[in-house]
């Protein structure tokens, strides 16, 4: 019994000291930023004040970059990290919060920020993604040329992108797509059609922002609605051929009977009339 009171106090006092010592804390697990280049980005200390003797220092990787010192003045090390940082950081006196101006690519990576004081340390890791371009949609004239000319083959780029996905949609359904992971001097996307309609589009996308091109002219391909199959055309001109026939027919037959006074014979033309029109239909 005596012992088991003896650990609990002891587990109380171990608890009232790290109180007391106000922060030892473990590291947070690694949170993640994304923004897209010439954005400026915030990268949050998780500090809610600075104390008087504090030091906050923030690092990109291993490399220093920037310092709020004891007496709350900030101080940048613009030649480190190969001077990339250069009059483009800020800095929070009272939460250490460091703010990065007019981002770029170069500065994708883990950031993380440390106290003197509390030995509390946040890690972010941030992501810059490059501008996205508006794919362009044109006509693969090589492929046209070889192939028949009901089919259509279409072509959407994309010039210098890196980490993206290039899709064809028709509506909003997926109809084809690529993944871009380096960067390459131009991406391209084959569709191929019997025929197209401005359903179509091409979409250029990252996991922040999205790039779209709609398929609005009809001059690449031909238009569905105006394009009609072969042998479709054929029975359509078959079948008015033929009523243009039966209609001289069915007038010349008309015209020889009234020729004719005989009743009997009359009535035979008629019934020739009405059965030629009954195996028409």
Known sequence: MTKNINDMDMFIFICLCLWSLNGVFVADAVKSESVTEG?????????????????????????????????????????????????????????GSLTIINSRTTDSGLYTVSSSERDT??????????????PVISSNSSLNSSSSSSSCSLVCSAVNVSHVTLSWFKGNSVFSSIRVSDLSSRSDLLLH?????????????????????????????????????????????????????????????????????????????????????????
Do not use: M
């Not at 004891?70 to 950081?89: P, W, Y």
């Not at 340390?121 to 508006?134: E, K």
């Not at 020729?259 to 033309?269: D, L, P, S, V």
């Open 39 to 95: 954005e400026l980005v915030s990268l949050n200390s998780s500090f809610t004040q600075i104390h008087r003797d504090e030091e906050i220092n923030w690092k990109f990787g291993d490399i220093l970059i920037a310092k709020v010192k004891k007496n709350k003045e900030s101080k940048f090390f613009g030649d480190n990290a190969e001077g990339r940082f250069r009059d483009r950081l800020k800095l929070d006196h009272q939460t």
């Open 193 to 281: 059609l019997e025929c197209v309609d401005d359903s179509y589009s091409c979409v250029l996308n990252n996991p922040i922002r999205n790039q779209t091109q709609h398929l609005n002219n009809t001059q690449l391909c031909h238009t569905c609605a105006a394009v009609l199959p072969v042998s479709q055309t054929v029975l359509i001109s078959a079948a008015a051929a033929a009523g243009s026939l039966l209609i001289v027919a069915a007038v010349g037959i008309f015209c020889i009977c009234r020729k004719h006074r005989n009743t009997h014979r009359e009535g035979k033309c008629f019934l020739y009339v009405y059965n030629s029109q009954a195996s028409f239909h």
């Open 121 to 134: 340390i946040n890690t972010i890791n941030l992501t810059v993604y490059a501008r996205l371009p508006v």
